[in-house]
């Protein structure tokens, strides 16, 4: 039985340990992507976006089928995508919106689409309150068909891209150090994750905070702590291509996420069915901002589309406006 103290000690420890699992999880993640010569978009949108999303996956699953909490999975997701959004945005007013949101290809575009499909989805499947099909739901079956459809038409433009203009080959050699570092990465992420969703659901009953408002705030915090990092380094090294594709694949990949989790439900529940009207507002606010990103992307390369650029500042004020409301509710 936690005591607040003792709860609040367990999360710190927690989020310390998967903060550095994760990055650490990216580092080895981008050095398998040069040992083999993967390509700088596939492996930003494949490979770093899923290592980064383990931590978020991990404390999804602890919550739905060991804590029994859906609420702290639910707002991990979507408060996760909020979290991205306002990452890059912010990364996007030190380093030039136009540094960051322009040059990029085709596949980029699909990517962010592909996102705010994802997102819209869970949001309409929510509202109608899904179905249970078996282990898994209607809803986590359209979520998952459409991450494959997305990911498909995503790599089909990332080789047109390639063929187009073929990047420099990485630096080969053995991947097994590598590998050896992203499996034992992982394996921490796993262990501090099933701690973490514990002592968050702790706090959560605790204080009367609401599972919701914890699950959107300090667990989405925690867990998007990686991509941050990656992102933050990314645009240091002036690899935008990297960035985006690191935070736009995590938002894609975090949906899929609950498609996961919807496995450990209980018999006659769904994960979607289980949103709270705090859930609702993280969902919309992640869709909208971005959406935002989207259109701040656009107003980089398209000169109709400038004003556009506007958006980009107020993507964090809007973010601590919808945090509020969500504490309220919560």
Not at 219 to 248: D, H, I, Q
Request: aromatic fraction near 10%; proline fraction near 4%; charged fraction near 10%.
């Amino acid at each position: 039985m936690y005591t607040l103290n003792t709860a609040l000690m367990v999360f710190g420890a927690c989020a310390i340990a998967v903060i550095f699992a994760g990055v650490n999880l990216a580092k080895y993640g981008d050095e398998l992507a040069e040992k083999t010569g993967w390509g700088k978009l596939w492996v930003g949108t494949v490979l770093v976006a899923l290592s980064t999303s383990l931590p978020e996956l991990t404390i999804n699953v602890s919550s739905v089928w060991i804590e029994k909490a859906p609420g702290i999975a639910l707002g991990n997701v979507f408060g996760a995508n909020m979290m991205n959004v306002f990452v890059i945005t912010t990364v996007a007013l030190l380093f030039g919106i136009r540094n960051l949101f322009s040059g990029h290809g085709k596949e980029t575009e699909i990517l962010v689409k592909a996102g705010l499909v994802m997102v819209a989805a869970a949001l309409l499947l929510a509202a109608w309150g899904d179905m249970k099909l078996g282990p898994t739901s209607v809803g986590a079956i359209v979520i998952a068909l459409i991450y494959f459809v997305g990911m498909r038409k995503v790599y089909t433009a990332s080789k047109a891209s390639a063929a187009a203009a073929p990047d420099e080959p990485g630096q080969r050699g053995s991947p097994t150090k590598a590998w050896i570092g992203f499996l034992i990465a992982s394996a921490a992420v796993i262990v501090a994750g099933k701690f973490l969703a514990e002592s968050a659901n702790a706090i959560a009953t605790i204080t009367g905070l609401g599972a919701g408002f914890v699950g959107v705030l300090l667990v989405s915090m925690v867990t998007t702590l990686p991509e941050g990092s990656v992102t933050l380094a990314a645009a240091m090294r002036k690899s935008y291509g990297m960035a985006m594709g690191n935070v736009y694949g995590s938002c894609f990949f975090n949906v899929v996420v609950l498609t996961i989790s919807e496995s450990f439900m209980p018999e006659g529940t769904t994960l979607l069915g289980a949103m709270e009207p705090s859930h609702f507002v993280a969902a919309g606010g992640a869709l909208g901002l971005m959406t935002f990103g989207y259109l701040a992307m656009k107003s980089a390369e398209t000169p109709s589309m400038s004003a556009a650029k506007i958006l980009t500042p107020a993507v964090p004020l809007i973010y601590v406006v919808l945090m509020y409301i969500i504490y309220t509710m919560g």
